[in-house]
């Protein structure tokens, strides 16, 4: 392990073991305080945030642009101010601490033992989400979850999540499409953060008027076991209380071979994704490289160039 993966697992679990510790109305005043460090720093990826927003906030100027990614980085940082601490929170105040729209849609479809997916973009806390899913519906889901350096770090991840209740497989190692099929024929529930392609072969697809990459899994996974595909987007409001809506299922196409229903499938998630960050694009935690126009070129053998 180099020193600075050493100081990234260091720094991770000081932020575990201390922060939720601390009472609320000083966690999120640090929060902010980091935040707005972060944010005057002008780092890379406050300048890919910023990037991004002015993809989906096209007519904004600079200084609004700046204001957005101000905004921005204090949602990121309330993100981890409450991952950090949810492990601490009683039942009730995971409970009260998430609203959702429209949660029959999954509800209702567990209902008809088919499974279902939800597919959420980087909006708000989906941990806290994960969280409200096992803790005030009391239902158990798989989900998965990137391989990060150090491994020390993944693991944390890995009980982290593991530990508000969710089943959670490595994206890398070519086994765990396998392993949600199986959970989805079984009547289950899995959740998968989609809209950001990891492997270099997602489906290509508009996003606010932009060609982008997203997964295919969730398409895939729909038509091979005849789940319900749901697109979820969350946001933050000026309450402690996280919002959420469930949108209505997106269908399997009844024309067209695999490659052309999963291409339909996975712009429909991309269109509900767009309307949920458009909405509150301050929420929205993509410090990355999204739109196929700004990834580095690759070499043969898929590695950044």
Avoid at 15 to 28: D, R
Avoid at 158 to 185: C, D, I, K, Q, W
């Amino acid at each position: 392990m180099s020193a600075r993966e050493r100081l990234t697992d260091a720094l991770y679990g000081a932020g575990w073991a201390t922060v939720k510790k601390l009472p609320e109305p000083l966690a999120v005043r640090l929060g902010t305080s980091v935040a707005d460090l972060a944010w005057k720093r002008r780092g890379k990826g406050v300048l890919r945030l910023e990037s991004n927003y002015a993809r989906v906030v096209p007519d904004a100027s600079p200084a609004r642009l700046r204001e957005l990614s101000r905004a921005g980085m204090r949602s990121y940082l309330r993100y981890w101010m409450e991952s950090f601490r949810l492990p601490a929170w009683s039942a009730e105040r995971v409970s009260t601490g998430f609203e959702v729209k429209d949660i029959h849609h999954v509800t209702d479809g567990l209902a008809t033992g088919k499974g279902v997916v939800l597919a959420l973009p980087h909006l708000a806390n989906w941990d806290l989400a994960g969280a409200w899913v096992t803790t005030e519906l009391k239902i158990p889901f798989t989900t998965v979850a990137e391989r990060l350096k150090p491994e020390t770090l993944y693991d944390r991840f890995v009980a982290y999540r593991e530990g508000l209740g969710m089943e959670v497989l490595p994206h890398s190692g070519g086994t765990a499409f396998g392993t949600l099929a199986r959970r989805l024929r079984d009547g289950g529930l899995v959740c998968l953060v989609a809209d950001r392609d990891l492997s270099a072969s997602g489906v290509e697809v508009s996003f606010f008027g932009e060609t982008a990459r997203m997964p295919a899994g969730p398409a895939l996974l729909a038509q091979q076991t005849g789940c319900l595909l749901l697109p979820v987007t969350l946001w933050y409001d000026d309450t402690p209380v996280m919002k959420g809506r469930v949108h209505p299922p997106v269908e399997v196409p009844e024309s067209g071979d695999r490659t052309r229903r999963t291409s339909v499938m996975t712009q429909a998630l991309a269109d509900a994704f767009a309307a949920g960050i458009a909405d509150h694009p301050e929420d929205w935690h993509m410090l990355q490289r999204l739109w196929v126009e700004d990834l580095e070129p690759r070499a043969p053998d898929g590695e950044p160039t």
